[in-house]
């Protein structure tokens, strides 16, 4: 059975916490985080919350800062001024992989690593890394078993369990795609950074992919950024829109769809059905 969701109450040090944690509904919390490229400010004076569990959606038209603000929040960029709380945690200055520790991740494109591993090894490697132990990762199989069994319940999760012992260059963009999203739950994340998760899929299958981000477990908060605004509305519970940097609106999908602002400069006049 996979465990996935009670497994995930470990602190940053590894230790178990069951039953001890303090759970707050709020998961992350910005307090006008800004970013400046030169005279631009990109990102410009954001606070925003994500609660445990949420399925939030960030849109803006194109330059509003939404790649900006999510690789700060990952660690992939450094702020110009603002904090980042994580859990509790002040991690504005944190490295990309202490923030992983603590349970805040983003997804990486694939294709550069190993075609030659079968997805399960690939996802395998993950775990061990995960578990700092990387180096074990080439040790006989059958003396790992917990983190190739951890592997196939993260593959399950993203539907990819029948093409486990496939090779990884073998698989169609759009399984890639889902084998990204295991190997960023590999660590375990309390949060799951997506910036466009379905770029590059055709649209036939784009709301499959989300439809198993959707089907996670609530354990795991996902924030993602999409283009598309059907996929937005049928998957976001509620979101965050930017424009030139800024929070423009934030709602559910109801609100958003029924705000003539955002109706009119961004959904374009006829809005969302
Ligand atoms: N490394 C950088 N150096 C200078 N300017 C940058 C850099 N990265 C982003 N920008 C600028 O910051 C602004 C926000 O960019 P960002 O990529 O965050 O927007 P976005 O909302 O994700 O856009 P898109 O939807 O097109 O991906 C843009 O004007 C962009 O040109």
């Known amino acids: 059975m996979c465990v996935l969701g009670a497994e995930r109450n470990h602190g940053p040090d590894g230790a178990a916490c069951r039953g001890t944690r303090h759970v707050s509904p709020t998961l992350l919390e910005t307090k ?9 400010r990109a990102v410009d004076d ?26 700060m929040l990952s660690g992939a960029l450094s702020s110009t001024s603002g904090d980042i709380t994580f859990a509790g945690v002040d991690l504005t200055s944190a490295p990309m992989h202490i923030r992983v520790r603590h349970g805040l991740a983003r997804t990486y494109q694939i294709t550069s ?17 995960r578990d700092g132990m990387g180096w074990k990762w080439l040790a006989p199989r059958n003396r790992m078993t917990a983190q190739y069994e951890e592997a196939s319940c993260l593959l399950d999760l993203v539907k990819l369990g029948a093409d486990a012992d496939l090779p990884v260059g073998g698989l169609p963009y759009g399984k890639q795609r889902l084998l990204e999203i295991a190997l960023g739950l590999a660590a375990r994340p309390r949060l799951l950074l997506l910036d466009e998760p379905a770029a590059g899929i055709p649209s036939t299958q784009s709301a499959e992919l989300f439809e198993v981000i959707d089907a996670l477990p609530a354990s795991t908060a996902i924030l993602f950024i999409e283009h598309d605004m059907d ?36 959904l374009g006049e006829g809005g969302h059905d």
């Open 46 to 71: 954001v606070s925003i919350t994500i609660p445990e569990g949420a399925r939030y959606a960030l849109i803006g038209p194109n330059g509003a800062g939404k790649t900006t603000l999510v690789s």
């Open 113 to 129: 690593l190993f075609p030659r591993l079968t997805v399960r090894e690939q996802v395998a490697l993950a775990v061990f890394e």
């Open 231 to 266: 996929l937005v509305f049928r998957f976001a519970k509620k979101i965050i829109v930017l424009m030139n940097g800024q929070v423009f609106m934030e709602g559910t999908p109801s609100e958003i769809a029924g705000n003539a602002s955002v109706r009119q400069i961004y």
């Open 32 to 40: 006008r985080l800004s970013k400046c490229f030169g005279v631009l």
